[in-house]
C-alpha cells in the first residue's frame, strides 16, 4: 500500500469513501446531509494537506492534517481519517494514522489533537489508544448519535 497525496483527480473516489460516512452520521460531527461538493470542499480544502491509501490504483483510505489552532497554537495538529467500507480490518487506519504522525514530526509539529471523538466509536476510541493517543478531555452528550441519542465525545492527544 502506497500513501501519498491526494490529487484533484482523486476526488471521485474520496467522495466515495467520505459520503457514505458522513451519511450514517455516526462517527463525524458534519451535516449528514450535506453535498458531496461542500464534503469534498470540507475534507479537501485549502487549510488541509489531504492524503490517500493506495493499494494496486485503488484508493482505500484517506486522511487530512492541519494545525489544529493558529498562531501560537499552530505547533499542534489535527487530522481527520476515513478508510473505505471493504478496506475495514485490514490496518487502513492504523498505517494512516502512523503516516500522518511521522509526516507531523518532518513538518514541526510538536503534538497531534483528535478534538472531537465520539465515544460510541470504540474501534478509534482503542486504536488511537494503541498508537500512543490519551484522552484528555470528555465533553459530556456532545455528540447526537442517530441511533444511541446523546453521547459524550473525548479530546484524543499525543506529543509528537
Same mark, same amino acid.
Given at each position: 500500500?502506497? =500513501?501519498?497525496?491526494a490529487?484533484t483527480?482523486?476526488a *471521485?473516489a474520496?467522495?466515495a469513501i467520505?459520503?457514505? *460516512?458522513?451519511?450514517e452520521?455516526?462517527?463525524?460531527? =458534519?451535516d &449528514?446531509?450535506m453535498s %458531496? &461538493?461542500?464534503?469534498l470542499a470540507?475534507?479537501m480544502?485549502p487549510d488541509?494537506?489531504?492524503?490517500?491509501?493506495?493499494?494496486d490504483?485503488?484508493i482505500?483510505?484517506?486522511?487530512?492534517?492541519?494545525?489544529n489552532q493558529?498562531?501560537?497554537?499552530?505547533h499542534?495538529c489535527?487530522c481527520?481519517?476515513m478508510? $473505505?467500507?471493504?478496506? *475495514?480490518?485490514?490496518g487502513?487506519?492504523?498505517?494512516?494514522?502512523?503516516?500522518?504522525? %511521522?509526516?507531523?514530526?518532518?513538518?514541526g509539529?510538536r503534538?497531534m489533537q483528535?478534538?472531537f471523538v465520539? $465515544?460510541t466509536n470504540?474501534?478509534a476510541?482503542? =486504536?488511537?489508544q494503541a498508537?500512543?493517543? %490519551?484522552?484528555?478531555?470528555?465533553l459530556?452528550?456532545?455528540?447526537?448519535?442517530?441511533?444511541?441519542g446523546?453521547?459524550?465525545?473525548?479530546?484524543?492527544?499525543?506529543? =509528537?
Amino acid at each position: 500500500m502506497r =500513501l501519498r497525496r491526494a490529487e484533484t483527480a482523486d476526488a *471521485t473516489a474520496i467522495a466515495a469513501i467520505i459520503i457514505p *460516512t458522513i451519511r450514517e452520521g455516526t462517527t463525524y460531527a =458534519l451535516d &449528514a446531509n450535506m453535498s %458531496e &461538493a461542500d464534503a469534498l470542499a470540507y475534507w479537501m480544502g485549502p487549510d488541509k494537506e489531504t492524503f490517500v491509501a493506495e493499494e494496486d490504483g485503488v484508493i482505500l483510505g484517506t486522511y487530512f492534517i492541519r494545525p489544529n489552532q493558529a498562531g501560537g497554537g499552530r505547533h499542534v495538529c489535527n487530522c481527520g481519517y476515513m478508510t $473505505s467500507a471493504a478496506a *475495514t480490518g485490514r490496518g487502513i487506519a492504523r498505517r494512516m494514522c502512523a503516516h500522518s504522525m %511521522e509526516y507531523a514530526r518532518s513538518r514541526g509539529y510538536r503534538a497531534m489533537q483528535f478534538n472531537f471523538v465520539v $465515544s460510541t466509536n470504540e474501534r478509534a476510541v482503542k =486504536l488511537w489508544q494503541a498508537l500512543g493517543f %490519551e484522552i484528555v478531555g470528555r465533553l459530556p452528550l456532545a455528540f447526537q448519535h442517530p441511533t444511541a441519542g446523546e453521547v459524550d465525545a473525548f479530546v484524543m492527544h499525543q506529543p =509528537l
